[in-house]
């Protein structure tokens, strides 16, 4: 059994509210500084981990490593770290690092807590996140995500610079969490041997890590102190993983946050939801609204039915500000959410989970939680991941809730009855063991370690997953027979922060002479929705849609559309236009021709993001043109292990995994109905679907893929 130290904070005092912004002339903005600082000390002052400061210090002086569990909003995240910069844990220039399973997470607090320590972003405090670097050599408290310091952990194996690490929202188990865990408890084995002996290895021999250690040898290197902490995390269960860790509990809470249930099940949360905002809007007094969807589909579909119920109520439309957020949205966008709302106005937040843990929402006093959540599904045996539309688990639904009663009590709406909040699962199922890992396999050998089975994982994937990603990498030419990395593909192939498949076809482009087009059609399919397609306008947007249209397929089809955008782009540029009315009139190009200007704006970051990686690994920005048989020829090299092949019903077979799958009604090759295609996404609903297709010949397959196709086949 761990040990449980139970800390009762005093009663807070009540934290004061906090003043909305204004931009007033400068000595009335200074007086506004003055008043807002003095706030934040009294705020942080009043926050239940307030008064326990000495003791957690106490407890991270004396164990190594030690688990915390507090009620959402009590001060982890923000406190915590600046607890132990003051407690001397960054002498000798060392840095305390924090993940975060999320991006916007990371820098939100990493904001708040500058503020709160009186100084500039990217000083004492900064954040890391993948293409944003917001710290400096002065940094000490250091938010991040998760996998950014996994890929840090490529370069410096025994994480030297950082003291501690925090690893937060550990309950939400996402699948570099797990991967994180396991490689810092390593990390921690190997500094205490190398603190013990300082530099000489010996004491119990952990040959996986000796190569690391040996790098090492030489510099002094303090133990690792390592904190993992949530509001709504099993305890037991990750003491029992480091070795009967230390747990401690913060008790209380800031403010309360009245939970609603509804009387009879929803069929139609959407409408559901809608129809809460407007209750609220109409019959609760002020506070902003924040409500979880699913994807960004679900969240701009809602965007414009509450525009058009608006519109029923004249006098109260323009007191709704809509602001979504979600992953894939570029992050000022996303950052918007965090603004307040214009004078007078409500702001309804329609965010995805990306919003349900660690962040604070300024406004925020209602919740309203459908229950539903997007999540990854894979299975093992055909090696198929997919995304699938499930319930929330409780620990999502209090999280969840917890985003209201920040500033000031809550109420939190959920679209369920309190017998079905009974029914659902404690906690999420570990992403590690409903993903494709071949992406964990890939990042575990570069960081050196071979023996993937034999990895201590909190909770192992099962061993089909781990045999078939690992198959799956031999195909792709990432590892040797012998799975060892191969190198170059298998080393340039990890360096890409993209799924294997893809970092794959971005090599194998290069050899085509199309890295041009794969670099465009990777950036399209990392984003959502390219094509916006309002009910009310479905023949319109089809006849848009048609003038970017190959019949060869989808993929092409992004090429153009992409390379529509550049030109339109292009010509603003010639006429001389600023930054802003190009954007301006890419905005009009994309609302004339039924294109998502926000999912065409963040292709066009992800494109430029990795054109700067892949130029420097020394690759070739070519283009086949109009040769597009070439380019087709390289989707199959590329994508050959989803390729599908029609049945005499009109269904398709999944030839890699034998699953029947039909076509998704979006795709430009829906009419038509080739023999054979590559496909890129499965999507589970009522049926399998494969979407973002292109038309191969079967023969090419044998052709180009022989490692797995056979000409019989
Ligand atoms: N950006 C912000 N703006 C305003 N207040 C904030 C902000 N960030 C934090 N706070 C205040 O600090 C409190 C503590 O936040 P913190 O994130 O440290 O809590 P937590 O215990 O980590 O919560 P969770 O488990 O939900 O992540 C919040 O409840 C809120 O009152």
Known sequence: M????????????????????SSGASPQKQQHNARRKQLIRQQRKSLPIAS???????????NDTLIVVGETGSGKTTQLPQFLYDGGFCQDGKVIGITQPRRVAAVTVAKRVAEECNDQLGRKVGYSIRFDDSTSNATRIKYMTDGLLLREALLDPLLSKYSVIVVDEAHERTVHTDVLLGLLKKVQHSRCLHANKNGKISGRPDHSQSSTLKACQGIKIAPLKLIIMSASLDAKCFSDYFGGAK????????????????????????????VTIFQIHLEEGPGDILAFLTGQEEIESLERLIQERARQFPADSSKIWITPIYSSLPSEQQMNAFKPAPSGARKVVLATNI???????????????????????????????????????????????????????????????ECEFDKLAESTIPEIKRCNLANVVLQLKALGIDDIIGFDFMEKPSRTSILKSLEQLILLGALTDDYKLSDPVGKQMARLPLDPMYSKALIV???????????????????????????????????????????????????NVYRAAAECLEKSKNANAKEKTMEKALNRWCFENFINYRSLRHARDVHSQIQGH?????????SCGDDMVQFRRCLTAAFFLNAAMRQPDGSFRALATGQSVQMHPSSV?????PDCVVFNELVRTTQNYVKNLTRIDPLWLAELAPQYYATED
């Not at 699938?388 to 009855?417: H, M, T």
């Not at 984003?527 to 092409?556: N, Q």
């Open 614 to 622: 892949v130029q420097q690994m020394g690759l070739n920005l070519s």
């Open 247 to 274: 747990a401690v509990h913060i008790q209380g809470r800031q403010y309360p946050v009245d939970t609603l249930y509804t009387y009879q099940p929803e069929s139609d949360y959407l409408d559901a939801t809608l």
């Open 2 to 21: 761990p040990a449980v130290a139970s800390f009762r904070a005093r009663a807070s005092a009540p934290a004061p509210e906090m003043p909305s912004f």
């Open 509 to 559: 482009s290069n050899e085509f002479k199309c890295l041009e087009e794969m670099l465009i059609v990777v950036s399209m399919l990392s984003v959502e929705s390219i094509f916006f397609t309002p009910r009310e306008k479905l023949e319109e947007a089809r006849a848009a849609r048609k003038s970017f249209e190959s019949s060869e397929g989808d993929h092409i089809t992004l090429v």
């Open 52 to 62: 326990v400061e000495k003791r957690l210090v106490d407890e991270v002086r004396k």
């Open 355 to 417: 919003a349900e843990t660690s962040v604070t929402i300024p406004g925020i006093k209602y919740v309203i939680d459908p229950g539903m959540v997007k999540a990854r599904a894979y299975n093992p045996v055909t090696g198929m991941e997919s995304l699938i539309i499930i319930p929330v688990s409780k620990a999502q639904a209090l999280q969840r809730s917890g985003r209201a009663g920040r500033e000031g009590p809550g109420k939190c709406f959920r679209l369920f009855q």
């Open 669 to 673: 090759l829906f009419r038509t109905k």
